[in-house]
């Protein structure tokens, strides 16, 4: 296939007709395939398509909701956006193994976010300081207050502004380091307005200041930082270990107890656990992040970051068991937001702020963390008890089902058939094969 120039300028059906031309071969089916994904009101499709570029179609993702989120004392039915099938149940599951044992507990540690400006100036350290000190004020007044005027009405703006010499990591190199408070905006459009402001103003600056060679300080780039772990949450649960008793452990509530925290400490000492353990994590959190809207990647990005703050990569949750009672936590960090972006446009990314009742930011971060932590308690509960595979392919029966085009009586009859045996793609195969053999 040859390169085409401007695809962006086609329309949709332009853009659908030059792939199924060129790529399908003429194959219409895609097309239709395509087509068929369309939302039946126009104007909702509309507004799918533009949250981003050369859109074609939409792409569906399972909507599902954990009821019995009992946090701080409160209820929640917590909306889910994931395709992997056991999430949602483990996290039911967690819900209500803690709903009769005081429920979880969170509590937000800190919400600044960062921002940078990267620059490189070939002067002497000590001048670029004392300009800086010099003309912070007039920055501050001059360029930064027409941009912060309305995020401090709200109560947030620019908290902390400084200059950090980093020449020696790499020649002539600086940065002005921003800390912001955001309120309930995620507020990434807002700090990289304001970084390149103090940018420009910055160099303008420098340049009026100095002669020769030390008059050009080069903007090398402005943006925010996704590394905010003073933008942080610890969401927790915790009972006398007596109250952990449950037949399903099929061992007692000490012996449970002991084997869970184990299997916590193994995700801080094994970094090939330790990456397996976060991603049940942010299996939960991941999850609620879409469904509300924010932005995975950036908190993804943040929180294995923040697992390798002590120089090795590590499990995100702790487990300790003393004077009787046992507590699991999560400390993580969580930069979101719940106004603006996709948490109004997406109609249910809306309905998702609507369920939880119109959380403030901080809100929010309680409960996507509590989330996380549900999450990692049930894959951990499985792991240590029964193993994670009988309930997760009782879960994946379906997609297996589905894949062999199974009719709803034969979904039926697998699933009397598997509520006691072994499931495995090849056991399901082998059932359906001998089912469609007698009839
Ligand atoms: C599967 O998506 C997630 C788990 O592997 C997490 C874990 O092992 O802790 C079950």
Redesign the pocket.
Known sequence: MKPIKGFSKLNKEEKIDFLVNHVFKGDKNAKKTLLSFWHNNPDSQKIFDEFSENTLSNYYFPYGIVPNVHLNGKIYCVPMVIE?S??VA?AAKASNFWLKRGGFHAEVQGTTKVGQVHMIWPGNPEDLQKLFNDKKVELLNQMVAPLTVNMEKRGGGLTNIELRDKTDLEPGYYQIWCEFETCDAMGANFINTVLEAIGHSFKEMVRKAFNGPDSDLQIVMAILSNFTPNCRVKAWVECPIEDLNDPAHGMGPQEFAEKFAR?VRI?KIDIS?AT??????Y?GIDAVILATGNDFRAIEACGHTYASRHGRYQGLTDCFIENGMFRFELDIPMSLGTVGGLTTLHPLAKLALDMLGRPSARELMMIVATTGLA??F???R??TTSG?QRG?MKMHLMNILNQFSATEEERIKAKAYFEKDMISFQSVRDYLTQLRDVQ
């Open positions: 992997e056991s999430v483990a299997a995700a656990r397996t353990h976060n991603k049940g994590i299996n999450q990692n049930a894959a951990l499985s792991l994670i997760h």
